[in-house]
């Protein structure tokens, strides 16, 4: 990697540390570099907070001038107000030696317009360095902004030999992924604002679907019941907020909501989730959910946690018509992920 790579792969590092608070906002990081040395850190740390230009910007050493710095940033600085001033506004008042960003921000608010505002400044500035790596790091938020959609990530356990459930006659354990990769599940829980189950799931399994092994907060929990067969004295509705989605009732109760979607399709359950403000949903459903998605064609990431253990007979597990662009050992099971084609 040459210098500006290197110093876009720390802010890539360090806007991590907010993906558990931040959303629905993007991750971002900056860093302010004064002959070759980062003089400051800063990165997004929660919703509604301060943004990472001005986090770094604050955390100067008063013997630094900002005006000799290079500034470094993963995503374009905003330039119109919302919770928080333009950075785009406390750049062009610094008026540092060159502001270096990984990629555009596709916020139609923005989507250049920083860029443009720092450059009728007279402040040089350089785009695109490890570009693919910093939209990647905010792929919600790419997602929504560009398709007013949830980005949808689907999934599952199977075992070696392919089988995602028992069949359901079966009295045996269902249990099939590591239990010491739990926390590994439930940091995704953390980072996807909803996480949603069918009511065959609810009802067999009787799940929290909560956050427990990691750091984070709990996900909005949302079910799919076309025809309200889902038993709302399941411990999932003890705590927090579920939504129902169904063909016939629209209903508010103590601890859930019935929500009507005529017709009951995939697409009309994402497009009201994205207007209550999800823009991203953990599916973690049975067979019949992922593979509603999939018929659909409305999924974005698929995260499947084969075993390497075996069952004689069970329920097949969905087929992906895609290339996995990860795969790790994660103790006695294998974590491939597929992005959608």
Known sequence: MNTDEIYMDRCIEIAQKGKFHVA???MVGCLFV?????ISEGYHQKYGGSHAEVNAYQSIPSDIDPKTCDVYVSLEPCSYHGKTPPCSDLLIKIKPNRVVIGCLDPNPKVSGAGIKALEDAGIHVIVGVL?????QLNKYFFKVQKFNLPFV????????NKFMARKSSSKESSKISDSRNDSYVHELRAIHQAILVG?????????LLNVRYSEGNDPLKVVLSPNLSVDCKKQLFSVGRTLIYNKTSNELFDNYQLIKIDPFNIEGILSDLFERGIHSILVEGGIQVIQSFLDSDLWDEA????????????????LLNSSPVSLKQAYNDNITIYNKK
């Not at 570009?131 to 939209?135: A, L, Q, Y």
């Not at 009511?199 to 799940?207: F, H, L």
């Open 153 to 160: 990530t689907l999934k599952w356990a199977q075992t070696k």
């Open 24 to 26: 629905p906002n993007p």
């Open 131 to 135: 570009e693919e790596r910093c939209e």
């Open 303 to 318: 995260i499947v946690i084969e075993s390497n253990n075996s069952w004689d007979d069970g329920q097949i597990a969905p």
């Open 199 to 207: 009511s065959n799931t609810v009802n067999t399994d009787d799940p």
């Open 34 to 38: 004064s002959n070759d040395v980062i």
